[in-house]
């Protein structure tokens, strides 16, 4: 400890002479910031529906159009096969168009056969019309009448009966002698029969008030359709009987139904696609940040699955002081340490 102490309170420093130089001294800022990717974004679903898989979960690495969840596609693939049915339909026509285009231009017995009965067809149709318009116009019978004045009565009784029992249920509760629950059903029994007490007046209101005039309007339109449907179907006769052959309509018929399969193709097409889209893929490799979107969620269009953070174009980020910012050059040399990665 003598000896430390001489050394130590020792005032001579022992120094080294050199001639005058100039040198570079180098001054660094420390920095705290962290590293992040051009490529951060929430992945979504393109269509709505409800999630009956998912495939990964927070931290997982995923490739490139990786399937990474997958939603309910039940209600698609009905629409799926009525589209193809619509298309199989379609291409029929086209082809039965095609083989009569083909075919002798000149319309055979049966197509006036054909014709006759559109034009019966068509005239049941007009009966029908008129015979609901002619009702409509009429009004209801009393009969009706009678039987909405009896449901009326009938559903105000029930009423008056559950409001009684309500009452009654009511008082003896607060007396103890019956539970709660007794209460709460007898409250929804009685407006249960409100309801249906007020769905009965507005029904007895409907037929005292007679038809709508919008009602009576339709009917009127009905027997109109009729008409035009008896002319058009005699129209067809006429040209059947006359033996009219075919002409530039024929290509008209083709162009329609051509058009008619392309748009069956188009709507299968979509339908497909969409059925593509239940299954929502990874658009680039990377890994998933956070807790994704749970089986049994519904998403919509846009709604967010995941955050999915890619590997690609990964670069430093940190705030320089105010005080050091013009120390700060393009081109200085960087030094990065990472934490989570020693060396």
Known sequence: AKET???VSDPAVPVQAQPVSVRTIRETIDLTGSV????????????????????????DSVSAGQALAVQDTSTLQPQLRQALAQVASAEASLSQVLKSSREAPVLSSAGVAQAEAQVKAAEAGLRSAQAAYAKAKAGARIEERKQAEAATESAKTNMETAQKDLERTRSLVAQ???????????????????????????ALEIIRNGVRVEDLRVAEEGVQQAEASVRQAREALR???????LDSTTLDQ???????????????????QNIADATIRAPFAGKVSGRPAQIGSVLGPGSPLLRLIGGEGAYFEAEVPETAIAKVQPGASVTIRLNALPG
């Open 36 to 59: 992040t990717t051009g490529e951060d974004v929430q992945v979504g679903a393109k269509i709505s529906g409800k999630l009956v898989a998912v495939y990964v979960k927070d931290g």
């Open 176 to 202: 103890g002698a019956l539970a709660q629950a007794r209460l709460d059903s007898a409250l929804n029994a009685y407006q249960a029969a409100v309801s249906q007490y007020q769905q009965a007046v507005q």
């Open 254 to 272: 083709i162009s329609a139904a051509r058009a008619q399969v392309s748009a069956a193709q188009a709507q299968a097409d979509l339908i497909r």
């Open 239 to 245: 040209n059947a009987q006359a033996n009219k052959r």
């Open 5 to 7: 102490e001489e050394i």
